[in-house]
């Protein structure tokens, strides 16, 4: 079953706009986040949700979305996202690196999101300081992550790498491809 969360949690860039999330579901995927592991058990990150549209609007204008497809902006109006979780270390509790934290609940909140039939996607190229005045965020607190959630509106397929070529693209019917080395290719065989 975990396997199937895995394969099935993919960047997700276009959505359902229309298709809400509700506060209680963005509260119980950052209560996800809460209970996962935490370097140190420092638990220094916050979050910020948002399903409200004109937030929302804000929100994205501050984000970059999929580096490798060089002639895409991002998601139309539509098929953006219908929420957001900002994450934002609280620098009283962790200076600079908070380890590996981001990942850890990052994923936890995909893998909340895909159990519920939604999907996301992870950005962190975001215009940190226009998002902080967006959001009036106190100086204590720096964004690290921003995670987009709707209802896919995208096929995202894992194919083989070739060529050593990992670089996720959209074949003629849109669908989304994302390349995954070969396990044999990644298990070292130390002697």
């Not at 706009?17 to 963005?26: G, P």
């Not at 004109?54 to 991002?74: C, M, P, R, S, V």
């Not at 100086?139 to 921003?146: A, K």
Request: aromatic share 6%; proline share 3%.
């Amino acid at each position: 079953m975990i396997k199937e969360l895995i394969c099935k949690n993919r960047s997700y860039r276009r959505f359902y706009e229309q298709v809400t999330i509700d506060i209680q579901t963005l509260k119980s995927l950052v209560d996800l986040a809460r209970l996962s592991p935490s370097a140190r058990n420092l638990q220094p990150l916050k979050y910020i949700i948002s399903n409200n549209r004109t937030i929302n609007e804000q929100i994205f204008a501050t984000l970059a979305w999929a580096g490798y497809l060089k002639d895409w902006t991002g998601p139309v109006e539509g098929e953006r996202p219908a929420a957001y979780i900002v994450v934002a270390v609280d620098k009283s509790i962790a200076q600079g690196k908070t380890e590996h934290d981001e990942g850890i609940i990052a994923q936890s909140i995909l893998l909340g999101a895909v159990e519920k039939g939604l999907g996301g996607c992870i950005i962190a190229s975001i215009k940190r300081q226009q998002l902080a005045e967006v959001l009036n965020l106190a100086d204590m607190y720096e964004t690290v992550l921003v995670i987009a959630l709707g209802k896919p509106k995208e096929n995202v397929v894992i194919t083989d790498v070739k060529d050593n070529n990992i670089k996720y693209f959209r074949d003629d019917n849109a669908v989304h491809h994302v390349p995954k080395r070969a396990l044999n290719d990644i298990i070292l065989d130390v002697k």
